[in-house]
């Protein structure tokens, strides 16, 4: 085996060290906070730039938009509405709007004038999930109450089929591949269903089991759900778990990940690139996992129960609903500020995505010679590699130049290592306790010390006395191994032959009885705060 370089002894860890990912979600910091009047049901950010926020509370949806100082903003306020809302959802445009009611309808709603174009009347309980479909703008699907699953024209208003979804409440429809007729939808009854309305040709609902591709079983009832993209796959989220289906093979189950948080999981959605998933809680907690493994990469502290979330389009932030009326959108921190044409701090991932208000403007372009500077000159061996670099080794490894502790403890010459590491002015107390620990595991730390001279022994204890109280408890107990066995085994010390190495036994016995006293003084601190603690 090859000769292994002596290394500084690692210091424990007190904290497990975090992945990129995991500091990438630490960064997300609260940017909106608003508080409406009632109970917040869902969230939904337009598809469409500048990706407005819609909040649904009470008997309105309140529209929220980035100002000139990158505060939120009620751009509009859309409250023609009978009875409470329960749902929204944008169209691919973000020209129109889906809002369901309580009282039964879905409103069709153009965003820019805040006028309700049409009703969509047909459900005998209130509407809890609406959806546009993906390929065709013209038509749009609603969930309900009593479970049934409701395609209309846009245009027309028109009910186009009617389909006995589900026994219980439908909480969750979006749109599958495969065209205007291909759904997903869940609900209460805990039944995942991926549905094709082409085989049941033109009947009703006697047709419902023929049109339902695969059915799944959650295993309690469904509150919230998410489709990758392509629709193969699905994401569920009820009672405390949330699992990942594939629709395309039948319904098997990939993944489950159990006890994801300590009550209900009211929120599952995913994010731009659907690599990662984000789940809000009744407990009082929103987590983010890896979407591959469901691997849990950060959580956040909410300040109460959360009802609903959203991701933005451009992935760089999210909002939580909660129950007490509250809601809070976090978004990603550059670790480099900007500033904008009024002074404002903007975050230079924000000019890319539109979220600095007026004043984000492109970034200027680099000066002349910043190349230089920073990406010209990152490559060679000192080079980290990046997360994407492919790391190829060299044939022959780069040889690295041996210093002099490593020789002589390489040509096994103990006692020039030992002078090297006492005598070196420059040389690091932790490589040389490393250095005691090789000597310790060699079984030479013995002979080494004992057939020392008068100088060299003087100069350990010098050193030693260096090294007294100023390293850890690992590296102490080195410390303590080598003066035991300097003062038991060396002849010089026995006793001291010199006058040298007299005061310096004299001076480490001072700095033990200093180290006594303290270790006193602290016991009866000890027993103080323990008598305080008891009471």
Not at 34 to 49: C, D, G, I, N, Y
Not at 170 to 193: E, F, N, Q
Not at 219 to 231: I, L, M, R, T, Y
Request: hydrophobic content about 40%.
């Amino acid at each position: 085996a090859e000769y292994a370089e002596i290394r500084a002894l690692p210091h424990p860890r007190r904290f497990a060290e975090l992945t990129p990912e995991a500091q990438h979600y630490k960064s997300f910091r609260t940017l909106w906070k608003q508080k409406e009047t009632s109970r917040v049901v869902a969230l939904a950010f337009s598809p469409a730039k500048p990706h407005r926020l819609a909040v649904v509370s009470g008997t309105k949806v309140g529209i929220w938009t980035a100002g000139k100082a990158g505060s939120a903003e009620a751009s509009s306020s859309i409250s023609k509405f009978k009875d409470l809302t329960q749902c929204v959802a944008w169209r691919s445009d973000g020209k129109l709007m889906l809002a369901g009611e309580a009282g039964g309808s879905c409103a069709v709603v153009e965003t820019e004038n805040r006028q309700v174009l049409r009703r969509f009347r047909g459900h005998g309980d209130a509407v809890t999930c609406c959806s546009f479909a993906a390929a065709d703008r013209s038509k749009a699907a609603t969930g309900g109450r009593d479970g049934k699953l409701r395609i209309w024209d846009v245009a027309t208003s028109e009910l186009v089929r009617t389909v006995d979804a589900h026994s219980d409440c439908m909480k969750v429809l979006t749109p599958g591949p495969g065209g205007p007729d291909v759904w997903i939808t869940a609900g209460y009854d805990g039944k995942v269903r991926f549905w094709d309305l082409r085989l049941g040709g033109g009947e009703e609902s006697a047709a419902a089991a023929s049109m339902a591709v695969a059915t799944v079983d959650h295993g309690s009832p469904v509150e919230s759900g998410a489709a990758f993209p392509g629709g193969a796959l699905f994401a569920s989220a009820g009672g405390t778990e949330v699992k990942l289906w594939d629709l395309a093979s039948g319904g098997r189950i990939v993944q489950t990940l159990g006890d994801a948080h300590s009550k209900v999981v009211t929120s599952v959605c995913l994010d731009a690139s659907a690599t990662v998933l984000l789940t809000a809680s009744f407990d009082g907690f929103a987590k983010v996992y890896r979407a591959a493994g469901l691997e849990h990469l950060w959580t956040y502290k909410l300040p109460g129960p959360a009802t609903c979330a959203a991701w933005r389009p451009d992935g760089k932030a999210f909002a939580v609903g909660l129950d007490d009326g509250q809601w809070q959108m976090r978004q990603w921190k550059s670790p480099a500020g900007d500033k904008g044409e009024d002074g404002t701090a903007v975050q230079a991932e924000d000019r890319l995505s539109g979220w600095g208000g007026p004043s984000a403007t492109p970034k200027a372009a680099p000066k002349r010679g910043a190349y230089n500077k920073t990406d010209g000159h990152m490559r060679g061996m000192d080079a980290a590699p990046a997360s994407d670099d492919e790391v190829v080794e060299p044939e022959r490894p780069f040889k690295k130049r041996e210093s002099q502790l490593d020789f002589f403890l390489r040509k096994f010459e103990y006692r020039k290592a030992l002078e090297y590491i006492v005598t070196t002015q420059s040389f690091s107390q932790q490589v040389g306790l490393a250095a005691i620990e090789e000597l310790l595991q060699r079984g030479a730390l013995e002979t080494t010390l004992t057939e020392i001279g008068e100088t060299l022994c003087l100069s350990v204890l010098r050193w030693l006395m260096k090294v007294f109280g100023g390293t850890d408890t690992l590296q102490q107990q080195l410390f303590m191994e080598a003066l035991h066995t300097l003062l038991d085994c060396n002849k010089c010390l026995q006793p001291p032959s010199t006058a040298e190495l007299l005061e310096a036994v004299e001076r480490l016995e001072n700095k033990v009885t200093q180290e006594l006293k303290i270790q006193e003084v602290l016991m009866e601190t000890g027993g103080m705060l323990k008598a305080v603690t008891t009471l």
